[in-house]
């Protein structure tokens, strides 16, 4: 059996790609099936930018899909997660749920999530303009999601010609902000390096119960709903981080 000794390195292979490579294939598959949900672009009525890392004050947001429209500018998060999906827009995690409820994975609340990314934008583009949030999830399970803003794939396409106000932008500045934002991802190859590290960066924080917000300590606290880990800068960082 000379071939036994290539059943580790299978294995070890088998588990990265598991690990790293499948999960960005979905993420990739799930925001194609968007942008194709969303339509074709037509110079001064419809522009799409997709995948774009922006920064303001050293922050990284990676959004998705940017649509720009005579309704206003939409930031579209995309979520391709299987199973039920449990979440409200007060919450800071949402569930999912996989495996006939065996399996719960927690995940960061993607409307506050986006959120985010609008108001960065806002920021960058440094006039007012009409900028909405929607989170798509990929996979239409949106059933147990108590929220609004949150829509299935299949009602992308009527969202996009429905959302904000007709007439918000006239087709000059539907080309002007399509030019301004193209030109932010032209140069975020480096900004999604630097938005990877931070994310690691954070994990590490957290994991040694460093705040990343300010970098205080978290410390273990008692609330109504269960044990937590609190800023110890408490009021001024309200940071929170759940206890396992």
Known sequence: MKWLWAIPIIAVLYVLFEVYVLPKLKGHYGEFRVQRAIGEEKEGELRIVNDVTISVDGKLSQIDHI????????????KNYSGR??????????TQVLAYGKTKNKFYNPLKQNWTH??????????AYPIYSVVVFVKNNTRFIKARNVIGLRDLRSYVASFGTENSLSSDQIEK????????????????????????????MLGDNICPRCGGDLVLRHGKYGDFYGCSNYPECRFIKKSK
């Open 85 to 94: 999906i449990y979440g409200s827009e007060e919450q800071h995690h949402w």
């Open 118 to 127: 609008v108001k960065r934008l806002e920021q960058l583009l440094n006039e």
């Open 177 to 204: 902000l399509f030019v301004q934002i193209s030109v932010f991802k032209e140069d975020d190859a480096e900004k999604k390096k630097e938005h990877i590290q931070e994310i690691q960066n954070t994990k590490t």
């Open 67 to 78: 649509v720009i429209s005579n309704r206003g500018i939409l930031c579209i998060e995309t």
